[in-house]
């Protein structure tokens, strides 16, 4: 199969960019980002979540979460993270894919570019995020990439099983909103799952070390799988996360986080994520760890082989 490139109208967005190869697709949006808005095994229902309602707007100094995938940079800092992305960005075309640029901005002195290819034959997503100091002094940051994923759906990520014998082997970081009677949350001997129910209104998130280096999301019949570094010798935000996970009534998001770097001027951190899909996944159980155990079975392995 050969990647095709081709220029899309979606949800109003006149100049938007589809990579396609007959296994799966990807839509990503120009007018605004750098975003990733729709990723879809071919012909299938998109696994991000779109705001309908915010499509088609560009300006203005609010940031609108707008769904698909984007970059954002942590510790969360108000007016850094969220800083909007509402502007037209700079590409070009590559191999496979498209590199979306980001001009440089003013308010935080640094600047996002992502980078998106496609495998020629499978729906493997390669997605390189880069996050530059363009300042004169240093920043301290982590390069953050969120995936805002489609309602109604399962999460799971493998929980560390290192033995280290009386000594603890993990932690878990929770947001002060983050209750853990909350019975869309499962932290079983394996794995923890989160579970997306549209009824239900209160947020819930919660971060961890990866140590595989990948999470899941079971849904619309497929599985998808996304894929980033766990490096043990590294220091990540949040106390450590390299993975965190949030859930709402209107969405999931599947985040994945670079360990914490000191950029001096010109410097760049990267954060590297493979997506995946896999058909004929039925949406498990969040409290069958065999199932789950089963349905994941060699799937969640760094994008680094770590």
Not at 58 to 70: C, E
Not at 78 to 86: F, I, M, S
Not at 129 to 138: A, S
Request: proline share 4%.
């Amino acid at each position: 199969m050969a990647v095709n490139i081709e220029k899309v109208v979606f949800e109003g967005y006149r100049d938007c960019i589809k990579i396609s190869n007959g296994a799966a697709e990807l839509i990503v949006l120009t007018e605004v980002g750098p975003r990733v808005i729709s990723y879809s095994a071919f012909g299938g229902s998109n696994h991000f979540k779109v705001y309908s309602d915010q499509m088609d707007k560009r300006g203005g100094d609010d940031w609108r979460i707008m769904g698909g995938h984007r970059l954002w940079t942590s510790p969360e800092l108000a007016g850094r993270a969220d800083e909007p992305d509402n502007d037209p960005v700079d590409y070009e075309i590559i191999q496979g894919g498209v590199r979306l640029i980001q001009k440089p901005s003013a308010r935080t002195l640094t600047q996002k570019i992502m980078t998106v290819t496609l495998d020629e034959n499978s729906s493997k997503v390669t997605v390189k995020h880069e996050v530059k100091n363009t300042g004169m002094f240093e920043i301290e940051l982590s390069a953050w990439a969120l995936s805002v994923m489609d309602t109604g759906g399962v999460l799971a990520a493998a929980q560390v099983r290192e033995d280290t014998g009386l000594l603890p082997n993990r932690t878990l970081s929770l947001w002060p909103y983050s209750k853990l009677s909350d019975d869309r949350v499962y932290l079983g001997e394996k794995y923890f799952t989160l579970e997306q129910r549209t009824e239900k209104d209160s947020a819930f998130k919660l971060g961890m070390f990866a140590e595989q280096g990948g999470a899941a999301y079971f849904n619309h019949g497929q599985l998808f799988v996304k894929r980033f570094g766990a490096d043990a010798d590294e220091q990540y935000p949040d106390w450590n996360c390299n993975f965190e996970a949030y859930v709402c009534a209107a969405m999931l998001e599947c985040e994945s986080l670079s360990p914490l770097c000191l950029l001096a001027a010109g410097e760049s951190v990267e954060l590297f994520e493979e997506w995946e899909l896999y058909d004929g996944v039925s949406r498990p159980n969040p409290r069958d760890e065999a199932a789950i155990e089963k349905a994941l079975d060699g799937k969640l392995y760094s994008y680094y082989g770590e």
